[in-house]
């Protein structure tokens, strides 16, 4: 990975990072503002997604990721984020933004770490990847100055993208990431990849020579293929979630009546 220092975003050009939503405030509640050993590079994950519904992998995600951090590697997990996709990605079975927040918000409360960032979510247009991880960088290291270390001096975190295993095929599809975008997020912050028992990482890290240096490999010890598709589907059969997600979570879609047909985007919040 590469360090975090004063670089453009996509493009070369400056982006603004200004939410539509006035009220909008960078959520750094858990964010761990001092580095337990200085010798250390702070490190804050971000996975972004359509958590329509968020499940218990989308969690035990950034667990998995903490463990290998700590065994393997010379960060020190400071921070950990959801970014949920805004309105504007119109996938099959997404779910009104204000839903996926409040669901991802519910099913983080009692981590430690976790957090979720609406930023991405509350933009009326598709937000790319690369994008949000450039919002994040600014927020952590060019408002707030980075992670400080003992004795007051401090450094910049290192941003990555925390992700499943299908999204490295995605990466070698035709047509789904430019080259600039794809090279600005794996060389300029770096991915760590969670294997699934369905997607064959050792074939697409192979296509990915220049940049497979910039990913990490996460490897599942306990299998787990619980999917917000699967969720989906089976709600839409009137068949039990339980232990798939949270409970209060399962508590909250049936409130909202949430996946119940084949289509989302509907059942708005009352205020």
């Known amino acids: 990975m590469a360090g975090n220092g004063e670089q453009p975003g996509v493009n070369g050009h400056k982006p603004d990072f200004t939410s539509p939503d006035p009220s909008y405030k960078f959520p750094d509640h858990k964010l761990r503002t001092q580095l337990r050993d200085s010798s250390k590079t702070p490190l804050v994950l971000v996975a972004c997604g359509s958590f329509s ?29 959801f970014s949920p996709v805004s ?24 981590a430690a770490q976790l957090m979720v960032d609406p930023w991405e979510a509350l933009i009326p247009e598709y937000t790319r990847t690369a994008t949000v991880l450039d919002h994040f960088d600014h927020e952590i290291n060019d408002v707030r100055g980075g992670i400080s270390t003992a004795d007051g001096t401090r ?91 949270p409970p209060n979570v399962i508590s909250y879609i049936n409130q909202y009546d949430l996946y119940k047909g084949h289509h989302e985007m509907t059942s708005r919040v009352q205020s």
């Open 53 to 81: 519904p968020i499940t218990y992998l989308h969690l035990r995600m950034f667990e998995m990721a903490s463990d290998f951090v700590k065994a393997s590697l010379p960060f020190e997990l400071v921070g950990a984020y």
């Open 87 to 110: 309105d504007a990605y119109r996938k099959n079975g997404l779910a009104l933004a204000q839903h996926r927040i409040e669901m991802c918000k519910m099913a983080s409360e009692s």
């Open 155 to 245: 450094k910049k975190a290192q941003i990555a993208l925390l992700a499943g295993a299908d999204l490295i095929e995605t990466f070698i599809s035709p047509g789904i990431w430019s080259d600039e975008d794809l090279s600005h997020i794996l060389v300029r912050y770096g991915a760590f990849v969670v294997e699934r028992s369905d997607t064959d990482l050792d074939q697409a890290l192979a296509q990915l020579k220049q940049t497979k240096e910039h990913i990490y490999i996460v490897r599942q010890l306990v299998k787990n293929d619980i999917s917000s598709t699967k969720v989906r589907d089976f709600i839409s059969k009137d068949m039990s979630i339980n232990y798939l997600i």
